[in-house]
């Protein structure tokens, strides 16, 4: 096949191809997101079916699934008939039921991707992959480890391209097998253009064999992109770019034929008889892609109308408490959906309430002894400010033989042998009998409880590494007006209000980070819970607040405090500072905390198989500890796995619902918030943020082996930024098997409690924010504060709503029914 002309644009091709390209970064910042962000600018079912024709990626359930979810009830034949009727309309309900039950559909697809790139195995019979990968992804590894190997790669403060050629020139071996190679390496610019031309030989070829290149092994080249876009991803930095693995790889690949064919070799478009299809022409739809997609809906709506059903219940009245016992404030994770539940179970008279865990103060942390400074605030968000920990009297623990000393000759061979003996005696009996070690990653580690932290800033013009030591006086009351007006907490304050951040431990658990607060970038929220709570205390803040209208009583106390969600314990901070009648009150309160976590546990052990559900909370919370230090323990706990719902609005629109831990809870109150001004910040975040882990755990349930990463079992870390299978594997974003095996694919429903006009004219303002809803990445629902009818939002606009499956059953022994199941349980109401 003859070559013809046709215009190259690298930096184009480079810029578009990073867009595709998995943008998960090092293990340590693990945030979700929507994995296929890249098709986020198409509807949809129409991205699903592109995404999977390019790629070849499994973008649902499979149609086996849908119809055995249909005979078990999980998919209401009422609601079925809705969307074929919506979709298709009456006249072919019938016909298109019977497709959707019962007709054969050829599934099987060839993607696009790799199609070009897989001539090198038809027509020269030789595999490329495994003649360059193994060399490939070692030396990338090598190059941006970040301190797992005993010695640093040679010139590793130089650019990647640069610290190769270093190492080539003063090698004794080279890189390469042949001499050409080296020599473009050594002697040339190696332009990507020019090496094109060597392998490739056709210029419009090049673009799709860059392409195919990269993703035979997405998950280094999205890390290489991830790193290079955002360099402070990595503690230990590296300058590595798209355009430097390609140049190297490429050259690898001129190598690995000259090495196996020597000079009798030709371009790959003169072994080519006709052109692959183009990568990104246009994917039509088909009828099976339609059949996909109304399963898709008609599952989701199954379960959303059981939510907006049991939204719509009237609520029994029941007379406030003339005086709250206490208030607390909780980050808006799932997680956290059912501890508050048994909090007001067993304290009718407090009140909680749900905002981001980083309580809308923005900051880089530096805790004592620490080198580096860590961001605790949206990965999206820049800050200005640093937080520094001080006056620790507590020395950290930490495991002799985890030293640098370890890696050395001499001293690691004396380590080995006495030390070493011991670790391996005590690591033989953890097995047995799991304990809490230096090595476990604790989130009450991230902070020491009794240190100090530098909150106030009286000195703006001092400042370190361009940042601003803590905040002023007014700085500080800006954030607490922001955080108590959008969650609607300006009067009737209690005593004490607690201001609940969350973390996770864990043992041998690479995605440690994933069950963190996603809010603080991936960490533990308990520095954001005492600055918190330090500016709302002070006296100056709260002088200031009043002239804004927030009258806090000078009797109530704000506490910090971090809920270890895998242990289900909690800690409390700075309750020295508490007047000795609150300290009666912080007393009994810790009580019904206490009591909260056993129950809380209790609840989450019903997805555990080796805990006996049927125990009292007190022992199940103990089996919970001791799993959560368990070496051999691959699900410390589910995380967001189930997470379907995100409600926006007053705790009494979903106070008397079991929603089985499957629902994000923002506090938001229409009548502080008239205009949406607040709601405009909240919507900003609950949508890529809600929205991106539940579409991480999305793709993550229905593709584990492309679009999550497969089972933890035989993950090995990488360079602590990632993990592979084995030494020579590609890396693995997305989730493991273990976060999602009990997730159900569905998008997330975000419900809004104000009036539907006012929500439009909120989401409209930002397009960003707006395209996660008119494409439908999320669905949204409104629900109208005082007529309580409920609105759906659809091509740009609010239409009514009314649920199908009435009533909603309702429930009155909770503990029976979580004793009984451990798949996902519907919709209750709690009686």
């Known amino acids: 096949m003859e070559p013809h002309n046709s215009s190259f644009d690298e930096h184009k091709v480079l810029h578009d191809l990073k867009h595709y390209l998995p943008a998960q970064s090092p293990l340590k910042d693990f945030i979700h997101h929507n994995t296929l962000h890249a098709f986020q600018n198409l509807k949809f079912h129409d991205a699903l079916r592109t995404a999977s024709e390019l790629f070849g990626y499994k973008v649902s359930l499979s149609l086996e699934e849908y119809r055995s979810l249909f005979k ?46 897989s001539n090198w195995k038809k027509v020269y019979h030789t595999d490329l992959d495994s003649m360059v990968h193994p060399i490939l992804f070692r030396i990338l590894c090598s190059y941006l480890d970040q301190g797992i190997a005993i010695w640093k790669f040679p010139g590793s403060e130089k650019s ?17 097998r042949g001499k050409r190679a080296r020599n473009l390496f050594l002697n040339s610019t190696c332009e990507i253009n020019d090496l094109l031309k060597i392998l490739v030989g056709d210029e419009s070829l090049y673009a799709q064999y860059l392409y195919d290149q990269q993703f035979a092994h997405q998950g280094w080249s999205g890390m290489v992109s991830a790193i290079e876009d955002q360099p402070q ?30 000079a009798n070799w030709s371009p790959l478009c003169k072994g080519l008889t006709q052109k692959p299809i183009e990568l990104f022409a246009e994917v039509p739809k088909t009828e099976h892609s339609q059949v996909m ?40 994770d799932d997680r956290e959906c059912s501890f508050r539940r048994y909090l007001e179970q067993f304290d009718p008279a407090c009140e909680t309430f749900g905002t981001p865990g980083f309580f809308g103060v923005e900051f880089f942390y530096q805790p004592l002894d620490g080198k580096f400074y860590t961001k605790v605030c949206p990965a999206p968000v820049t800050p200005k400010y640093l937080i520094k920990e001080f006056g620790s009297k507590t020395k950290r623990q930490k495991d002799i033989h985890f030293s640098k000393h370890s890696h050395s000759f001499y001293s690691g061979w004396l380590i080995a042998q006495t030390l070493g003996f011991w670790a391996a005696v005590r690591l033989f009996f953890n097995v047995f009998k799991p304990s809490v070690t230096p090595a476990m990653a604790s989130s009450f580690k991230h902070m020491d409880k009794f240190s100090k932290l530098t909150i106030e800033n009286k000195n703006t013009d001092h400042k370190e590494n361009g940042l601003q030591i803590g905040f002023t006086i007014e700085e500080m009351a800006i954030r607490v007006e922001n955080l108590l007006k959008s969650i609607g907490m300006v009067t009737d304050f209690a005593p ?47 002088e200031v607040l009043r002239t804004k209208g927030i009258m806090i009583p000078e009797e109530t106390q704000f506490v910090g405090a971090l809920h270890d969600t895998t242990r289900d314990e909690i800690q409390f901070y700075d309750e020295d500072s508490l007047t000795p009648l609150n300290r009666k009150y912080h007393q009994k309160n810790e009580l019904v905390f206490d009591s909260a976590l056993d129950f809380n546990a209790k609840e989450r052990s019903r997805r555990f198989e080796s805990i006996d559900t049927h125990l009292s909370p007190a022992k199940i919370h103990e089996a919970i500890r001791i799993r959560s230090v368990s070496l051999f323990e691959p699900r410390p706990e589910l995380n967001h796995a189930t997470n379907a719902l995100c409600i926006v609005g007053r705790r009494e629109l979903s106070k008397g619902l079991f929603l089985d831990r499957r629902s994000f809870m923002n506090s938001f109150d229409y009548q502080v918030d008239p205009e949406g001004k607040y709601l405009l910040n909240i919507l900003n975040a609950a949508a890529p943020v809600c929205g991106g882990i539940n579409l991480e755990y999305y793709f993550s349930r229905v593709d584990n082996q492309k679009l999550g990463a497969g089972t933890k079992l035989p993950h090995n870390v990488m360079g602590l930024f990632g993990v592979a299978n084995g030494i020579d594997g590609d890396l693995r974003p997305g989730l493991p098997s273990q976060m999602i095996e009990v997730h159900d694919p569905v998008r997330l429903l975000i419900i809004v409690e104000h009036e539907p006009n006012v929500v439009l004219n909120t989401i409209q303002k930002n397009l960003a924010t707006y395209e996660w809803f008119v494409n439908e990445w999320v669905n949204l629902v409104v629900v109208h504060p005082v007529t309580h009818r409920l609105f759906v939002f659809r091509e740009g606009d609010f239409v009514p709503y009314e649920p199908l499956i009435y009533p909603v059953t309702q429930v009155n022994d909770l503990a029976t029914l979580l004793e009984s199941n451990q798949e996902n349980i519907p919709v209750y109401a709690l009686t």
Not at 300 to 324: C, F, H, M, N
């Open 72 to 117: 078990s009830g999980r998919i209401h034949e009422d609601v079925l008939d809705k969307i074929i009727t919506d979709k298709i309309g009456d006249k072919e309900l019938k016909s298109w039921k019977e497709k959707m039950i019962s007709k054969v559909y050829n599934t099987a697809t060839i993607p696009r991707i790799g199609m070009l790139r």
């Open 160 to 176: 990647f391209l640069n610290a190769l050629k270093e190492m080539e020139s003063n090698s004794f071996s080279s890189l390469f």
């Open 233 to 262: 991803t990595l503690l230990d930095k590296r300058d590595i770019s798209t355009h430097d693995l390609i140049v190297f790889e490429l050259l690898l690949e001129i190598d690995a034929l000259d090495f196996q064919f020597g």
């Open 293 to 332: 997609a109304i399963w898709q809906e008609a599952f989701e709506w199954s379960y959303y109308d059981r939510v907006l059903a049991g939204i719509q219940i009237e609520k029994k009245s029941t007379v406030a408490p003339q005086k709250k016992s206490f208030q607390a404030m909780f980050c808006i």
């Open 496 to 542: 004490i209000v607690y201001v609940v951040g969350h973390g996770s431990s864990s043992v041998n658990n690479p995605h440690y980070a994933a069950y963190d607060c996603g809010a603080c970038s991936g960490r533990a929220g308990s520095v954001n819970s005492r600055v918190i709570c330090f500016m709302a205390n002070h006296p100056d803040v709260r």
